[in-house]
């Protein structure tokens, strides 16, 4: 195996440590100064509306768009200069980002095991496709697949290398709310057994509520809060997540409208 | 299963990334994943050898006619189709590379190929494979019905056949890295570059006729494209029987520094885009 890189005092560094990461496209700050560190095992849900910050925040820590000052590291890489001493580790799964239609399932996890370095490739295809429910659509083509089928096969995509740090971007989005709640589970088995760290990305309140231990919240580029769900949800004297999400929107479009 | 120490977590069955050997399987696994989409797919590997067919059939048919008629032509037997067989070879290999990465944004896969380890001299190894592949599928047929249909031989041509194929796919590879270059940084918007780049090189590189047809301020042009050296050689070998090395190394020499440059624009497309954030936001 690698070496995992260290820190200099030679502890473990976090799963993820962002520093006054900001980006900003043309004029516009997409994500402005936000600074957080998420701890080894943690589901940490990113939250805000469309334009918050969310999508440039996980591209980010991805390394698939470049800072324009600070940095976010994934276990102690830069990941806009030497993201690939981790990538490896790390796996995504979005349902905006498809695998090749005309490949079968099978094919699809053979390419992808291969890219990732999986070991024993047959044995963890097999098995994941059985975790998934897949073994009997292996051999058809991906495309042909309904909208759930293809949201499971993304996910034992993202799970084929055993991801220490897993980025879902709205892994239930389009399901329907019982292969939504399977989705939900089967994830939540993989990160308690696994010890691994989720950043979600997510509109749905419910799931964020249901799978994650700490909320983090966008608007406009910047943190506007940062605690656990109930702690959140005490905060603002809601009832639930939802209702607090949609207090701190209409907050800011008042606010907006209300600006000269 | 093996330990991480510190946090007492199993560690990815994953094997080692950093070898050469983990290097190569991602090579191979990216060309596994185009030659299934080959497989998958009959009117795509009949469409690789069809525009090459037409056009070797029309250019010797041309070819036989203008024989009966003319005693240069009945001369140059070969001349034409010989050109059309080492000019598609420019071509089609230029389209594999590119088209092979077109796919990537044609089916939303690019993001997940960025976010896996595969780096990016690997994909463009593993597009210059696919390439190779496509070019054989295509080529191969083809050349064998230009001897049925024709008597031609391309194979007669000797190591100098070689040394042709060596300079063109290189670059060809050299204009793909360019063109999936521009794609990258403009997004699908850009695709049709990625198809008509290498036509520019048609009247150019002379595959029809002598470099001395261009006018005067043309020539230093073709001269710095090494395909011009390809077919400058064939005519040299049909026409007169001459030895082409010195016109080989003079192309290879070239496709050194086009092959360079041609992946320093590749790379700095790539970073641009992660700069201006156009690789997330891919075939939208």
């Not at chain 2, 069809?50 to 006619?65: A, E, H």
Request: with cysteine.
């Amino acid at each position: 195996m690698q070496k995992p890189v260290s820190q200099s005092n030679g502890a473990l560094p976090p799963p993820v440590a962002v520093r006054e990461l900001t980006k900003v496209y043309r004029d516009v700050a997409a994500v402005n100064g936000i600074t957080f560190t998420l701890a080894s095992g943690a589901i940490t849900a990113l939250l805000g509306g469309n334009g918050a910050g969310k999508t440039t925040t996980i591209s980010m820590l991805m390394g698939l768009v470049v800072p324009t000052s600070g940095e976010a590291r994934v276990f102690g890489a830069d990941m806009a200069r030497e993201r690939h001493k981790v990538l490896h580790r790390m796996n995504f799964e979005s349902p905006y980002v498809d695998v090749p239609m005309r490949l079968t399932v099978r094919q699809n996890l053979e390419v992808f095991a291969r890219l990732y370095g999986v070991l024993d490739r047959t044995a963890r295809i097999a098995r994941i496709a059985e975790e998934f429910r897949l073994t009997e659509m292996l051999d058809r083509p991906y495309g042909k697949l309904s909208a759930g089928q293809k949201t499971r096969v993304s996910l034992a995509k993202a799970l084929l290398n055993e991801p220490e740090l897993l980025i879902l971007d709205e892994p239930t989005a389009s399901l329907d709310p019982d292969t939504a709640d399977w989705v939900r589970s089967k994830l939540e088995v993989y990160c308690r057994g696994h010890a691994a760290t989720v950043v979600l990305a997510s509109h749905n309140m419910a799931e964020v509520e249901r799978l994650a231990d700490r909320v983090i919240m966008l608007e406009a580029g910047r943190i506007i809060a940062d605690e656990t769900p109930d702690e959140l949800i005490n905060r603002f004297g809601r009832a639930n997540l939802e209702e607090v999400f949609l207090a701190i929107a209409r907050r800011g479009a008042e606010g907006a409208e209300g600006s000269p | 299963m093996r330990q991480s120490a510190a946090s007492g977590r199993r560690s990815p069955p994953v094997r080692d990334q950093a070898t050469v050997g983990a290097s190569l399987a991602r090579i191979y696994g990216l060309v596994l994943r185009y030659w299934y989409v080959i497989r998958s797919s009959w009117p795509r590997a009949a469409e690789l050898v069809y525009w090459p067919l037409v056009q070797m059939l029309m250019w010797g048919f041309l070819q036989s006619y203008l024989a009966q008629t003319s005693s240069f032509a009945a001369k140059a037997a070969g001349l034409f189709i010989g050109a059309v067989l080492l000019w598609d070879i420019l071509v089609r290999s230029q389209l594999g590379f590119a088209v092979a990465f077109l796919e990537e944004i044609w089916s939303r896969n690019l993001g997940h190929l960025m976010m896996s380890p595969l780096r990016p001299f690997e994909l463009v190894a593993a597009l210059v494979a696919v390439s190779l592949i496509k070019l054989l599928v295509a080529m191969i047929p083809v050349a064998t019905l230009a001897y049925v249909f024709f008597d031609f031989n391309v194979l007669s041509l000797g190591f100098a056949f070689a040394a042709f194929f060596a300079n063109l796919v290189i670059m060809s590879w050299s204009l793909g890295l360019v063109s999936t270059g521009v794609v990258l940084r403009w997004g699908l918007g850009a695709e049709s570059f990625a198809w008509l780049i290498v036509f520019i090189f048609l009247p150019i590189c002379c595959v029809y006729y002598p470099v001395a047809t261009l006018p005067y301020w043309l020539q230093p042009i073709a001269l710095a494209l090494p395909p011009t050296y390809v077919f400058e050689g064939l005519r040299a070998i049909v026409l007169e029987g001459a030895v082409v090395g010195h016109l080989m190394v003079k192309a290879f020499a070239l496709n050194v520094l086009y092959f360079a440059a041609g992946f320093a624009v590749f790379a700095y497309f790539l970073q641009s885009a992660r700069i201006n954030g156009t690789l997330v936001q891919m075939g939208e």
